[in-house]
């Protein structure tokens, strides 16, 4: 008989090649606000690899990175320079726009540990006179070793020759291994310490697949810091970058923050490959709301318009936040809440009654509807919204045709009934 071929799912579950952090003992580390933070927008690297994104103009990328200091992003992977000339001439332009706007920006760019992705790097910093952080990458779980068919001496010899080459040429280095949360902790520590001994600037971790949970990161970030503090490189910036692949990526961001990491990386809209990355929006909204920063996000809609359009990729109507729907109810019941936080001349309270975000925090407003779900208190409000007296007949008139429909009544329906 033939032999019988290991499936699937067997590989999966190997541990041979998958190392899970999750699977760890409970971590005992806590949910502290972090001395600092910085964040890095990948929506012009990262973001632009989904596979269902346009690729934005010069104009519109540039449009999109004078936005990002009105947020408190200080730092953004303006390209891969590496991928083609086109992209190259849009990172020097990019970089020079820093300069000439004094723009509080460090641009970063993203390269394989490979002097032909180094090497247009060190063009666009030469070119433009911009200082730019390449970001080294390499892959490090067992599994993407079996596959690209690498050992962890062939690993290190790796990291040592490209950085030298990088720092040796005038570039700061941010050493980057994918799929950290799934690579063994002593293939972990020997890379990291391999790029800190060689001159790295910074070091990220990367949740390359969107595999980690919260408390897979922590022990992950904690475990560096341990490793780093004891070889006396404990000064080392630490970087957390991850994606969305089980919905958990702004919750491990702020995981990662709370462990030690000092900036984490994100895209507006969470765009990216597969399913995308760390939403920044959304992370934006709850590091203010934890009081993990102090920053004023009224450009936070045009951060996300101004994406959406320039990747044609829609806000769906219920995202977090920036969708239509986010602030926006048509159910009676919530309704007559705000409606009665609104009597009592309470702002503040009309603003969190029914929503766990403030809709002012981000330049909106909560918005009452119509619609089949909807009592006498929707109706109420719309009247007094559009400045007509709520009567006893108009209010039955628009309760009985909402309760009739299958949707929410648009103005257009609601003044014709009238």
């Known amino acids: 008989m033939p032999e019988q071929q290991s499936s699937s799912t067997d590989l999966f579950k190997s541990d041979s090649l998958i190392y899970d952090w999750n699977q760890v003992p409970p971590f005992t580390c806590q949910f502290d ?21 346009l690729q934005p103009s010069l104009e519109q990328k540039l449009a999109f990175l004078r936005l990002l200091p009105q947020l408190g992003i200080g730092s953004a992977d303006i390209g891969y320079a590496g991928a083609s000339k086109a992209s190259l001439e849009d990172v020097v332009v990019l970089a020079k726009t820093i300069i000439d706007e004094h723009l509080p920006i460090k641009p970063n760019c993203a390269a394989r540990t490979h002097e032909a992705d180094i090497a247009p790097i060190l063009e666009a910093q030469q070119r433009s006179g911009q200082a730019i952080e390449a970001a080294l990458f390499i892959g490090s779980s067992p599994i993407r070793q079996l596959v690209e068919g690498w050992d962890v001496s062939f690993l290190l010899t790796t990291i040592e020759k ?66 780093l503090q004891s070889a006396g490189f404990g000064h080392l910036m630490l970087d957390w970058h991850g ?21 984490v990386h994100g895209c507006a809209l969470g765009i990216g490959e597969r399913v995308g990355n760390t939403a920044m929006d959304t992370l934006l909204v709850n590091l203010v709301l934890e009081g993990w920063m102090d920053q004023d996000l009224r450009a936070l809609d045009e951060y996300c318009r101004l994406a959406s359009e320039m990747t044609g990729m829609p806000i769906p109507r219920n995202y977090p936040i920036m969708g239509e729907d986010a602030f ?22 009309e603003d969190r009654v ?21 009592g006498q208190a929707n109706v109420v409000a719309w009247l007094k919204n559009h400045q007509m007296e709520p009567t006893p007949a108009r ?10 429909t299958s ?4 103005d257009d329906e609601i003044l014709s009934l009238l």
Not at 33 to 53: A, F
């Open 328 to 349: 926006t109810t048509s159910t009676g019941v919530h309704a007559a809440a705000i409606l009665k936080a609104q009597a009592k001349g309470d702002t503040w309270l």
């Open 243 to 263: 994606h969305r692949d089980r919905g958990l990526d702004v919750v491990n961001s702020l995981a990662a923050l709370s462990a030690g990491a000092s900036r």
């Open 33 to 53: 606000p972090p001395e600092r933070i910085e964040l890095n927008d990948e929506t012009l690297r990262d973001g632009l690899q989904g596979p269902s994104v």
């Open 407 to 410: 949707h929410v009544l648009s």
């Open 354 to 374: 029914y929503s766990s975000v403030p809709a002012a925090l981000v330049g909106r407003q909560q918005t009452i509807t119509i619609g089949p779900m909807s």
């Open 162 to 227: 490209a950085v030298s080459y990088a720092r040796n040429n005038g570039l700061s280095v941010m050493f980057v291994t994918e799929d950290t949360t799934r690579a063994r902790p002593e293939h972990v520590a020997a890379m990291y310490l391999t790029a800190a001994s060689t001159g790295v600037s910074r070091l990220c971790l990367a949740d390359t697949v969107g595999h980690a949970t919260p408390s897979g990161v922590q022990r992950l970030v904690e475990f560096l810091r341990e490793q």
């Open 395 to 404: 209010i039955a008139l628009i309760l009985n045709a909402a309760k009739q």
